[in-house]
């Protein structure tokens, strides 16, 4: 059975290589988190990501997003959904 490396897939080339391996770190350190602990992790990314001056576009969100469901089952995609959501309103409040 091939490995799949959501890295290569053509969707995400073009995007900034230093983008592209913040992602991958954060999503590799994220698979080490528990459910609970993924919701502060996932904001203290989004801080750490800002404090470097790097903010992902809509578009390079939904493209990254795109790649990742498409590996995940249902549960994964609403758990990754509610996330979305839950960030974009305290993005929009803490704007």
Request: charged share 30%.
């Amino acid at each position: 059975m091939e490995t799949y490396d959501w890295r290569q897939d053509p969707l995400l080339h073009g995007m900034n290589p230093q983008k592209l391996t913040f992602l991958t770190q954060m999503l590799d350190e994220a698979q080490t988190k528990k459910k609970e602990e993924l919701m502060p992790f996932f904001l203290s990314i989004t801080a750490q990501a800002r404090a470097q001056g790097m903010d992902f576009t809509d578009a390079e969100t939904d493209m990254i997003l795109k790649v990742l469901k498409s590996r995940m089952n249902p549960a994964e995609v609403q758990r990754i959904e509610m996330v979305r959501k839950l960030t974009g309103m305290i993005s929009k409040k803490n704007r």
